[in-house]
């Protein structure tokens, strides 16, 4: 297991894949074992490295994942293989946007894919969490441009940055979830979502 994520931070690095940081992943590691989650959806699955080190908290985590790019959904499923988490981890070929889950209620939804459409990916999965289910986001100060749009050159990085600015409007403004902002790693937000019947 541990050989297994140094050789994935290792093909990570060569390929420039961006898998999470260090010091993100403990975060999250903890907030799953402090809250009993049991079962994740992850959406951006890469080579599946936070996916494994999310399944490997306790025995009774299981993830479902989703990846659109066909290479690194195959190098994430023989990664889960190498670790023999099959049972545990269901990685989905597939455009997240596009993808249709059964009715199943996940306790936490980790949203890390394409930066520029997050707003759509909560607005479609909130509705696969539990009452008291969390949706952790990642890259939230994406690489210290977050808040600092108006002063990038670059058109593209320009508006995608925009996008997650308002994205973190977003969650503010969210009656229906309570979100909290981490400066961990390249920032974290953890957005709870309130009972229906109080
Ligand atoms: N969670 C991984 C890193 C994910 S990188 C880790 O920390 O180890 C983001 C991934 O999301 C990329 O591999 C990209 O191909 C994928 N992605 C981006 N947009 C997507 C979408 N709409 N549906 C599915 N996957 C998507
Ligand atoms: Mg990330």
Redesign the pocket.
């Known amino acids: 297991m541990k050989e297994l994520i140094i050789e994935m931070e290792n093909y990570a690095l060569e390929h420039n894949?961006?898998?999470?940081e260090k010091e993100s992943?403990t975060f999250i590691m903890k907030f799953i074992k402090a809250n009993n989650i049991k079962n994740i959806l992850?959406?951006?699955?890469?080579?599946?490295?936070?996916?494994i080190l999310m399944a490997s908290v306790s025995p009774d985590v299981t993830v479902t994942t989703?990846?659109?790019?066909e290479t690194?959904y195959m190098e994430c499923l023989k990664n889960v293989k190498k670790c023999g988490f099959e049972s545990k981890i269901n990685v989905v070929f597939?455009?997240?946007?596009e993808v249709n889950l059964s009715n199943v209620a996940y306790d936490m939804i980790?949203i890390?894919?394409?930066k520029g459409?997050y707003t759509k990916f909560f607005e479609k999965f909130q509705y696969f969490l539990k009452d008291g289910g969390v949706i952790i986001s990642?890259n939230l100060k994406f690489h210290g441009h977050v808040g600092k749009s108006s002063e990038i050159e670059s058109k593209n990085l320009r508006s995608l940055v925009a996008k997650i600015e308002d994205y973190i409007e977003f969650l503010k403004n969210n009656k229906d979830f309570e979100t909290k902002f981490y400066d961990v790693g390249d920032g974290l937000s953890v957005s709870v979502k309130h009972n229906e019947k109080k």
């Open positions: 894949v961006p898998i999470i992943i992850e959406i951006g699955s890469a080579i599946g490295y936070s996916t989703i990846e659109r790019d690194r597939q455009d997240a946007l980790f890390d894919a394409a459409q990642d």
